[in-house]
């Protein structure tokens, strides 16, 4: 019943005037917003109107015989046209709608035109309805009060039957008709009347998600890739003694001017000399070994000259200042000062630093433990005779792979299948056993309902449109205390939600607080197409070019079902909402990948 201009869902409201359409919309309208639904508006008048303030530039132009005045601002922009001869039809004027930036329109006016309306009906105007002759109208809301005979029409007809003054419910019911409009009418990528745009979507999961309470003290050796629970604080100074920065002969600085000096002994690290420097005298030090007491300068040995135990200096060969080449106690690091605080992800340095101040063990989170699967019976595993329609199970072991990189304990349920009973049982043992829960598939439109269904008895689970590709549907949500995450079914779509909404998610679970993807601009040596309205991500190779220059192009084909281009990809480009095409030589934002896959 939509018009051919537009890809929306049209919803319109038919009734008299007097029943107090604006007047509704102008409460309906926020609370939709509110919802995260964006609105775009159509509203038809019976009279001459006019936007413009005469005296203006725009409404002197106009009537100086622009047919068209498009004027731009920093805050909105408008476009004025003039149709002395014919009035515009709905149809046209949907073509003028920046559909990228609406999820649905609402129309006041054209009543007598095909396309879903609500009738609005006040008792008190007395007038009838206009439905029976009107297909079109999906609902009606009315007061609470209608008459005797509009009583009587009214309960004869099937129509859902809605209260007037009761915006919560009249949103409740748009949101209803807009998720069964997309359920009849979209692809795969139209589950929820609420599109939202990437930043909305991950900040609504990281709201919902709360780190780990659970944590555990595990021995140096099991410490890589763990997240502290408690910060590491320094037992003792580092270095622990004044020492020496290089091989060399330690002085007084107060003896610089002399000469030479009388060798009165040697140091070598892990050892001292015991008798305090007076003098004239130099003591022969190896690198590390602490700094006699008197001394607090070290001439490097290659400016020594050593005459049967007297020493001089070559000045020719480097200037000799008082203090050079002394590491002092503590200047790395001071006793009780915090060396890595909660929340730090501990590598190679990280687990070298704690070594070295001696601590053999720390308190770390423990892994989150997630329960995987995958649903469809289109879907076998690998190893098994291949089935006539059905496709190997990819995402699972794609999924394996990133959480194992993530330091995730991994329950994996297999594949389960496409019946209520099956999916009931797998969330159950799943939740029971997991920190998190995710599946691949079963998210398009011809699942929804389905899934919604066993979904809706165990926990609250929110199906997303988000504004993306690859990767637009999305299900989010708690079973119980437990995240779970709905994945597409498509191997990219998978990969690139996950990077983009589970690890953070995952992440934040694990206390890793100081964690931040990586990106780098990048210069595309191709056109990247993208679409303006919602975030694109194209599998890209990303090199330095001569002049030291960061450059990108994809990897070729960019179907959501192409692994290939993920293997080949060392990078996602990334396409912002409010470009419509990256051109060659235009400057795009890369997520390298080496790190995350």
């Avoid at 009780?336 to 590598?347: L, M, P, Y």
């Avoid at 423990?366 to 019976?377: E, H, W």
Wanted: aromatic share 6%; with cysteine; glycine share 8%.
């Amino acid at each position: 019943m939509s018009l051919s201009n537009c890809s929306l869902p049209i919803l319109g409201f038919a009734a008299f005037s007097g029943t107090g359409k604006t007047t509704l919309l102008e409460k309906l309208i926020p609370a939709l917003v509110e919802k995260g639904i964006r609105i775009a508006m159509v509203k038809h008048a019976h009279h001459d109107f006019d936007v413009d303030k005469p005296g203006k530039d725009s409404y002197r132009l106009r009537k100086a015989g622009a047919t068209q005045m498009l004027i731009s601002s920093r805050y909105r922009h408008a476009l004025m046209t003039e149709t002395p001869d014919d009035e515009c039809t709905l149809n046209q004027l949907l073509g003028q709608l920046d559909q990228n930036n609406a999820d649905l329109v609402l129309v006041e006016g054209f009543k007598h035109q095909a396309f879903p309306k609500i009738e609005l009906h006040r008792a008190a105007l007395d007038k009838p309805w206009l439905h029976p002759d009107d297909p079109n109208i999906v609902a009606v809301a009315c007061d609470n009060s209608p008459s005797p005979a509009s009583s009587s029409e009214l309960s004869s007809s099937s129509l859902p039957r809605l209260d007037i003054n009761d915006i919560e419910n009249l949103v409740g019911f748009i949101q209803r008709w807009m998720e069964s409009h997309y359920a009849q009418t979209a692809t795969c990528d139209s589950l929820s009347p609420t599109m939202l745009s990437m930043e909305d979507g991950k900040s609504k999961i990281l709201a919902a998600i709360s780190t780990s309470e659970h944590n555990e003290t595990c021995g140096l050796n099991e410490l890589p890739n763990r997240v502290l629970s408690a910060d590491i604080v320094a037992p003792v100074n580092v270095p622990s003694s004044t020492n020496s920065a290089m091989d060399g002969y330690a002085i007084r600085s107060d003896d610089i001017e002399r000469e030479s000096y009388r060798l009165v002994g040697e140091v070598f690290a892990g050892h001292h000399y015991a008798v305090k420097l007076t003098a004239g005298e130099c003591v022969r030090i190896m690198t590390g070994a602490p700094v006699p007491e008197g001394a607090d300068t070290v001439i490097m040995r290659e400016q020594a000259n050593d005459d049967n135990g007297t020493v001089s200096f070559d000045t020719s060969k480097g200037v000799v200042r008082a203090g050079q080449n002394v590491r002092q106690a503590g200047e790395d690091l001071r006793k009780g000062a915090t060396v890595f605080h909660t929340g730090k992800r501990i590598g190679a340095a990280e687990l070298g630093m704690m070594a070295s101040l001696g601590f053999d063990r720390a308190e770390v989170f423990r892994p989150i433990k997630v329960a995987l699967f995958s649903t469809g019976d289109e879907v076998q595993a690998p190893g098994t005779s291949a089935k006539s329609h059905c496709i190997y199970d990819a995402n699972r072991y794609t999924l394996r792979a990133m959480l194992t990189k993530l330091g995730c304990d991994i329950l994996d349920f297999g594949i389960i299948e496409d019946t209520k009973a099956a999916l009931h049982d797998t969330l159950i043992a799943a939740t029971e056993q997991a920190d998190m829960v995710i599946s691949s598939g079963g998210v398009s439109v011809g699942d929804a309902d389905y899934i919604k269904t066993v979904l809706s008895q165990l926990g609250n689970i929110n199906f997303w449109r988000v504004n993306m590709r690859p990767g637009r549907p999305l299900a989010f949500g708690k079973l119980g205390d437990v995240p779970f995450f709905g994945l597409p079914g498509n191997p990219v779509a998978v990969m690139v939600t996950f990077l983009q909404f589970v690890e953070p998610a995952l992440r934040k679970m694990q206390g890793d607080t100081y964690w931040q993807p990586e990106i780098f601009s990048a210069i595309t040596q191709e056109r990247i197409r993208s679409r303006r309205g919602r975030t694109e991500y194209t599998r890209g190779i990303y090199s330095i070019s001569a002049n030291g220059q960061l450059e990108v192009r994809s990897t070729g084909s960019q179907g959501s079902g192409i692994l290939r281009s993920m293997s080949e990809a060392n990078c996602l480009i990334e396409v912002a909402p409010d470009v419509d095409n990256a051109e060659v030589g235009d400057r795009v934002t890369i997520i390298p990948l080496a790190s995350r896959l």
